[in-house]
């Protein structure tokens, strides 16, 4: 997979693209990560990458022209190539839609700043707008890093043999289990006594029971979307029960 990602500040982008999965990734050839300097493609001895917004107000925008040329600039895959503008107005960011972006082979990442970017970047070269969340971040790059993170990371063999993402939070619907590491005990926290059983079926019960019981306790919206199977609804059922009991005192 490739990647081009847009911006005034490439050089926050280093550590992140040398540490860690990501760049064992781009090691292994896997991504292909490029960053691309807008200022580079701004005219006039200053490079002047923005100017004030007509009809007044407020800050500065980021003009169209170097946009456009540092896209140009870009060589893109056919019918794969998708260019994807980072705004707080974009659609929300989540793992569905890390996994549609994860079968591109080339996406181009455009990261705002200031009050924003000229609106006929939007209308004239987006195909996606996306937010990571309903805030304001003084620039697009950390949700660039974001949004390659978690696209990256479902990129066949980018996750090797070290695990599997298919467990994780929101793959199936749900959030995931807990986890525990050695020591057994830790300042009187003792590890649920079922993971030291090496019962593979109970262990597998109690993990899928404490999976449903945090998205019932922290995130119920989810349970309405996802897939569950009839032991997943007894066990739901178990859990409603329990709860229900417990707010009743009996
Ligand atoms: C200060 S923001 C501009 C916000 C803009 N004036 C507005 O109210 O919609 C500067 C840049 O940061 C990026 N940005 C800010 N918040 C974001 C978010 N929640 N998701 C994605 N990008 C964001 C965008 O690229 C944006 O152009």
Known sequence: MRLDILTLFPDLFA???EESILGRAIKKGLVDIRLISIREFAKGPH????????GGGDGMVMKA???????????RERDQTLVILLTPQGRGFDQPTAWELSKRE???LI????????ERVRTGCVDMELSIGDYVLS???????????AVTRLVPGVLGGERSNLEDSFEDGLLEYPHYTRPRVFRDQEVPGILLSGD???IRVWRRTESLRRTLERRPDLLRRAKLSEEDKRILERLEQESAKSETGS
């Open 15 to 17: 550590s992140f693209l």
């Open 47 to 54: 490079k002047v990458t923005d100017d004030r917004p007509f």
């Open 65 to 75: 022209g170097p946009i456009y040329r540092a896209l140009e600039s870009v060589e």
């Open 106 to 108: 080339h996406l181009i």
């Open 111 to 118: 990261c705002g700043r200031y009050e924003g970017i000229d």
């Open 139 to 149: 620039g697009g790059e950390l949700a660039a890093m974001v949004v390659a993170d």
């Open 200 to 202: 593979h079926e109970k």
